[in-house]
């Protein structure tokens, strides 16, 4: 667990020092910022996405995916934990009629950030690696690259970016601590179809930093997941 650690305290220590420099920075001056990082997010998530080895099994997964996440409502959960979150942290009271929009500031920091910070291939070998052998190498690589981005990300979108070490932690210390039950299955292929489901949503996060496309991103997520075992399905078959 030592590598998903450094990771979520480099994230939450990147996030507390973004929304201290960005909050003595003008508005056109962050909003400058955002409409960098959107960019940004919209080029790494086509980066991932081009890795994919068969494009139908990513089409698929959106596609099935999309339906699974409709019917459970997986972006209103989403939307719904970050402003209960944005409740206690701002010192409102939980039970406070406030409707569940998700849509302010310390929210959007939070689900965007989450998401970047936990899909990628890093986050998945880096954590079975921390688990079967003790090496927390990839991690810390990776907790370098996501204090940078939740510095960034902290100096738009404020404080909300810093818990999105909460997520991780729960994610990466999953992967650590189940690491025997992944290993030899996680094979090239299959992390490909992962990064490259995973790499599309992130595309969608940037669009929506951008302004130009509101996307249910959380709705999507199954698709991450559906991806690579379409992948495994197909090769049983070869």
């Known amino acids: 667990m030592t590598g998903t650690l450094i990771n979520a305290l480099t994230i939450a220590a990147g996030g507390l020092l973004g929304t201290f420099l960005g909050d003595r920075l003008p508005e056109p001056v962050r909003q400058t910022a955002l409409d960098g990082l959107g960019l940004a997010t919209v080029a790494i998530g086509l980066k991932m996405t081009f890795g994919t080895r068969n494009v139908l099994f990513v089409l698929g997964a959106l596609v099935l995916g999309g339906i699974i996440g409709e ?7 989403v939307r719904r934990l970050g402003d209960f979150m944005e409740r206690i942290v701002m010192g409102k009271s939980p039970s406070a009629d406030v409707p569940a929009t ?3 500031r310390f929210a959007q920091g939070f ?7 936990c899909i990628g291939p890093m986050a ?19 907790a370098v690259i996501d204090g940078f981005a939740a510095l960034a990300f902290g100096s738009s979108l404020g404080i909300g970016v810093s818990f999105a070490a909460l997520p991780l932690a ?6 650590t601590l189940g690491a025997s039950a992944f290993q030899g299955v996680l094979t090239d292929a299959i992390l490909a179809e992962f990064t490259a489901a995973g790499g599309v949503l992130v595309f ?8 130009i496309k509101n996307v249910k991103v959380a709705n999507l997520l199954p698709a991450v997941f559906l991806a690579p075992l379409f992948s495994h399905l197909a090769s049983l078959f070869r």
């Open 71 to 77: 019917f459970f409502d997986l972006d209103l959960g």
């Open 102 to 104: 998700g849509q302010g």
């Open 111 to 117: 689900v965007t950030t989450s998401l970047l910070v």
């Open 124 to 142: 998945i070998m880096g954590s079975i690696q921390d688990g079967l052998f003790g090496d927390y190498t990839t991690l810390t690589v990776k």
């Open 170 to 175: 729960v994610y990466q210390g999953a992967l």
């Open 204 to 211: 969608a996060v940037g669009l929506g930093m951008l302004g």
